[in-house]
């Protein structure tokens, strides 16, 4: 599949040239240090190897608020798609042949659904995190990136999105919502969660709900997959711990759920052997014993000085058995690539090499981390 269709590449005549001359002056302190911590992020390698077939990626595309405060733009998906309309998510979507990286399809997918130039020099990346397994059954990596280009309009693409808005980064971390609550809104708790069963495991999964304080106009909140997603950027950012409880307790890291699905799900295994990266009688084995289950905020700082710094709330749900399905989990199920051809093993925590095409990613390797470097340097 070609990068852009000819319609959505005639888009880029919207867009004009950066100005070299882009200024972070107006950034915040806590905002100076997040996008430093981001930019220096490694994520944890591991040897583990993904089908990529069942592999997604998504963007979260961070851009400098008006008072200097860092957003994250999210989508409403389309009342018309068939799954999970209306649901809250971030771009995205499966990889697809032709998409060397996963950097490349997250890039492809943001602009085929908002518009958003695959620009190097305008969007830099800052890190891409460790991979997260979906409900749907796909190993998902997010891509995070700076938005420097304050022209940038977004053009929606109708068919998958219904609208564009933005929430604050460091909210996330909070038990209390960023603006006045919604009066019109049922549930007025900004935070809750729920804890659900995942086959494999006797300890639950919490599942995290954030309100966009725009569900009145039929917005959906920020649950699941792409909840997880944005409370690991912030944290990762501002290095600092939420004021809610994080996991459920004895809660299975997201690398124990990665290895259990690759092992055991049928539709990883086969996935797995028509790719070459297993053979046909591999045995199926329980989670590793060896994996050491880390508390993802033991290396934070705590919130004990903020106030109201623990959230009870529950979201009043019946937890179901198996890997959940429901909310923003959907964040990369649009399109579903050939499996005619066996594509190569992709290691976690690699997106392999750096690829080359078309509208801005034609910059070899060394531009790309000198870009990147350039906005290290004007933090």
Same mark, same amino acid.
């Given at each position: 599949?070609k990068?852009?269709?000819?319609?959505?590449?005639?888009?880029?005549?919207?867009?004009?040239?950066?100005?070299e001359?882009y200024?972070?002056?107006?950034?915040?302190?806590? &905002?100076?240090l997040c996008?430093t911590?981001?930019?220096?992020?490694a994520?944890?390698?591991?040897?583990?190897?993904?089908?990529?077939?069942?592999?997604?990626?998504?963007l979260?595309?961070?851009?400098?608020?008006r008072s200097?405060?860092?957003?994250?733009l999210?989508?409403?998906r389309a009342?018309?798609?068939?799954?999970?309309?209306g649901?809250?998510s971030?771009?995205?979507?499966? *990889?697809?042949?032709?998409?060397?990286?996963?950097?490349?399809?997250?890039?492809?997918e @943001?602009?085929?659904?908002?518009?958003?130039?695959?620009?190097?020099?305008?969007?830099?990346?800052?890190?891409?995190?460790?991979?997260?397994?979906?409900?749907?059954?796909?190993?998902?990596?997010p891509?995070?990136?700076l938005v420097?280009d304050?022209?940038?309009?977004?053009?929606?693409?109708?068919?998958? =999105?219904?609208?564009?808005f933005?929430?604050?980064?460091?909210?996330?971390?909070s &038990?209390?919502?960023? =603006?006045?609550?919604?009066?019109?809104t049922?549930?007025?708790?900004?935070h809750?969660?729920?804890?659900i069963? *995942?086959?494999g495991?006797?300890?639950?999964?919490r599942?995290?709900?954030?309100l966009t304080?725009?569900e009145?106009?039929?917005?959906?909140?920020i649950?699941?997959?792409t909840?997880?997603?944005l409370?690991?950027v912030?944290?990762?950012?501002y290095r600092?711990?939420?004021?809610?409880e994080?996991?459920?307790?004895?809660q299975?890291?997201?690398?124990?759920?990665?290895?259990?699905a690759?092992?055991?799900?049928?539709?990883?295994?086969?996935?797995s052997?028509?790719?070459?990266?297993?053979?046909?009688?591999h045995?199926?084995? @329980?989670?590793?014993?060896?994996?050491?289950?880390?508390?993802?905020?033991s &290396?934070?700082?705590?919130?004990?000085?903020?106030?109201?710094?623990?959230?009870?709330s529950?979201?009043?749900?019946?937890?179901r058995?198996?890997?959940?399905?429901?909310? &923003?989990?959907?964040?990369?199920?649009?399109t579903?690539p050939?499996?005619?051809?066996?594509?190569?093993?992709q290691?976690?925590?690699s997106?392999?090499?750096?690829?080359r095409?078309?509208?801005?990613?034609?910059?070899?390797?060394?531009?790309?981390?000198?870009?990147r470097?350039?906005v290290?340097?004007?933090?």
């Amino acid at each position: 599949m070609k990068l852009f269709g000819p319609e959505r590449k005639g888009l880029l005549k919207f867009h004009r040239p950066l100005d070299e001359n882009y200024s972070l002056t107006n950034l915040k302190s806590e &905002s100076r240090l997040c996008l430093t911590n981001l930019a220096n992020y490694a994520a944890p390698k591991t040897n583990l190897r993904f089908p990529k077939s069942r592999s997604a990626a998504v963007l979260v595309a961070l851009f400098i608020g008006r008072s200097g405060d860092l957003h994250v733009l999210l989508s409403r998906r389309a009342s018309s798609l068939r799954s999970y309309a209306g649901d809250t998510s971030l771009p995205g979507g499966k *990889w697809e042949h032709g998409d060397k990286t996963l950097e490349h399809t997250a890039r492809r997918e @943001a602009f085929e659904e908002i518009g958003l130039p695959v620009d190097r020099r305008k969007v830099p990346l800052l890190c891409t995190l460790e991979p997260f397994l979906s409900g749907n059954q796909l190993i998902v990596t997010p891509i995070v990136v700076l938005v420097l280009d304050k022209t940038i309009q977004p053009i929606l693409n109708e068919s998958e =999105v219904h609208s564009l808005f933005s929430h604050p980064l460091i909210s996330f971390l909070s &038990s209390k919502p960023p =603006v006045a609550s919604d009066p019109d809104t049922d549930d007025d708790e900004y935070h809750a969660y729920v804890d659900i069963n *995942w086959t494999g495991f006797t300890d639950k999964v919490r599942m995290h709900r954030f309100l966009t304080g725009r569900e009145a106009g039929g917005t959906k909140p920020i649950f699941g997959l792409t909840a997880s997603i944005l409370i690991r950027v912030a944290t990762i950012g501002y290095r600092l711990a939420p004021e809610y409880e994080l996991t459920a307790p004895g809660q299975p890291s997201n690398l124990e759920r990665i290895e259990y699905a690759l092992k055991n799900h049928a539709v990883f295994r086969e996935a797995s052997v028509r790719e070459g990266l297993v053979k046909k009688n591999h045995k199926v084995n @329980a989670p590793s014993d060896h994996i050491h289950r880390e508390n993802p905020a033991s &290396s934070l700082q705590p919130a004990a000085s903020r106030p109201n710094s623990t959230s009870k709330s529950r979201i009043d749900a019946s937890p179901r058995s198996g890997s959940p399905t429901t909310g &923003s989990q959907q964040d990369s199920t649009k399109t579903t690539p050939s499996s005619s051809s066996a594509p190569p093993p992709q290691s976690a925590g690699s997106d392999g090499k750096r690829s080359r095409s078309r509208a801005g990613e034609d910059n070899p390797k060394g531009d790309h981390q000198r870009m990147r470097g350039k906005v290290r340097s004007r933090l």
